[in-house]
């Protein structure tokens, strides 16, 4: 039996160390895991990642950066999250449709049921069994973010870092609306303690989900 989860949050929440951590874990419990991210998570939603989180691409309208967004997922579900669901795979998805909300909708302020017409359209009907909500606040996530990005040697893909606290507010709070009108599907992890704790209780969650599934 397949299963889809997808982890959100704002900037530093901490939810890609804990999709690797969870990854590890359920592998070594005998699972078969995909582990990936939006935007990118095959080739060509890659290089429309790269042209997203550049920061040198200012220019970019918040209408080209959601229509940039549904192509890099339409592609990524199609190549990779539809078949592996369809194998009986456990799919841990870094970001999906709910961020497009939370980012382009309430951070920039783009329609909310245009946002849902094209995350349907990109999407079809796959959609997510467990979405792990990482929330912190704005401040400590931020300062986490930029201590990663000086330490990275790579790209620094750091556009939407480089937006205003305010910005990063609404997404905050446009996650937890969105949390607020599906509590079947998601789950708040508070993501300002320690990483140990923090995956603890990530691990409490996808166990009871397992066990509700037939799967532990």
């Not at 995909?34 to 970019?60: K, S, Y």
């Amino acid at each position: 039996m397949s299963l889809f989860i997808t982890f959100e949050g704002i900037e530093g929440s901490g939810k890609t160390t804990q999709i690797s951590r969870l990854a590890a874990y359920l592998r070594a419990r005998g699972l078969d895991v995909v582990q990936t991210r939006e935007p990118g998570g095959c080739p060509i939603a890659d290089t429309i990642r790269a042209i997203l989180l550049d920061a040198a691409n200012t220019a970019l309208v918040p209408a080209a950066e959601l229509l940039l967004y549904a192509a890099a997922r339409a592609q990524h579900v199609a190549e990779v999250v539809r078949p592996a669901l369809a194998d009986g795979r456990v799919v841990l998805c870094d970001r999906f449709t709910d961020a497009t909300l939370a980012y382009q909708g309430f951070g920039r302020g783009l329609s909310l049921p245009q946002i849902n017409s094209l995350n349907a359209m990109a999407r079809g009907a796959t959609v997510p069994d467990l979405t792990l909500l990482f929330d912190l606040p704005v401040e400590i996530g931020l300062g986490r973010a930029f201590r990663r990005i000086a330490g990275t040697a790579g790209p620094a893909e750091d556009r939407f870092e480089q937006e205003s606290v305010a910005f990063h507010q609404r997404i905050r709070q446009g996650y937890l609306t969105l949390a607020d009108r599906e509590p079947q599907r998601f789950r708040k992890i508070h993501a300002e303690a320690d990483a140990d704790q923090v995956f603890a209780e990530v691990v409490a969650v996808v166990e009871q989900c397992l066990r509700q599934r037939g799967r532990s």
